[in-house]
């Protein structure tokens, strides 16, 4: 870990920086996850680094739709891994939903370590991706699940992905839950509900959600109200407003 001292006005950044470089050196996170990393950052300055309305939106919608699930899975990639191991069991834990690990790089025993990483922060259930259990409409390495996890999943959270497997999954019928800092990414564009915001900042407010709700109708109501273009919008607006808005 680098020396970054708390009193740094940009120490957030730079200790998020500092997660994803230990991935790497760990041999958790691909070294195209430094750079998918950037990207999601120049998105974050633009909305601000704080989670705003459209993202609060998403979240508790997000949350209903985990809720009303029969059988949701999270989706673990080499970045969320680093950035958000403890989260992400929690959610898990909250949801009683299994974890699967899912990288589309194939770095030899990469998945492996994932698994490791989530065991050491205490996971009690990840599954791996098999060959017995194949997705449609995917060519990359994302296109193998487990057969009692994504394959048979209604509902995937899918935190920070590149894309064709948010289109493959919704192709087979699935939702997705997707956390994107960019509103105009494949993703954001595929996903059922797409929370434009760091994943960092996500996870507790959506663990937080999830535990407040009670009353199926009204969930189920939000689910019917919700239009996820309309979010995105707001997403466009508020990053291409004037300097001073
Ligand atoms: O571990 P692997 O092999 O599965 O690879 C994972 C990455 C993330 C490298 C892979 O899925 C990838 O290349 O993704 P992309 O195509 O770069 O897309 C990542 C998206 O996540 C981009 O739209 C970024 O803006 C966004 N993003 C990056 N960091 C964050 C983020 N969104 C939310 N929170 C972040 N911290």
Do not use: W
Request: hydrophobic share 40%; with cysteine.
């Amino acid at each position: 870990m680098s020396d970054v001292p708390k009193s740094h006005p940009r120490y957030l950044s730079l200790t998020l920086r500092d997660r994803i470089v230990e991935g790497v050196e760990k041999g958790i996170t691909s070294i195209h996850g430094l750079i998918a990393h950037g990207r999601g950052e120049a998105f974050d300055y633009l909305i601000g680094e704080k989670t705003q309305s459209f993202a609060t939106n998403a979240i508790c919608v997000a949350a209903a739709m985990l809720k009303l699930s029969n059988h949701p899975v999270i989706s673990v990639n080499g970045n969320v891994a680093a950035l958000v191991p403890k989260e992400l069991i929690e959610l898990a834990h909250i949801l009683k939903a299994p974890l699967e690990v899912n990288i589309f790089h194939t770095e030899t025993g990469r998945e492996e370590k994932i698994r490791q990483h989530l065991l050491k922060n205490g996971a009690d259930n990840v599954l791996m991706p098999s060959q017995d259990a194949q997705l449609s409409y995917i060519d990359s390495n994302r296109k193998y699940v487990h057969p009692g996890g994504i394959f048979i999943a209604d509902v995937v959270f899918v935190p920070l992905e590149d894309g064709d497997r948010c289109e493959a999954l919704r192709k087979m019928g699935k939702d997705v839950v997707t956390v994107d800092l960019n509103p105009m990414s494949r993703t954001a564009k595929q996903a059922s509900i797409t929370i434009v915001d760091n994943v960092v900042r996500t996870l507790p407010l959506l663990c937080k959600e999830i535990l407040k709700l009670t009353n199926d109708s009204d969930l189920q109501n939000k689910l019917t109200h919700y239009n996820n273009e309309d979010i995105l919008q707001q997403a466009l607006q508020y990053i291409s407003r004037s300097p001073d808005g």
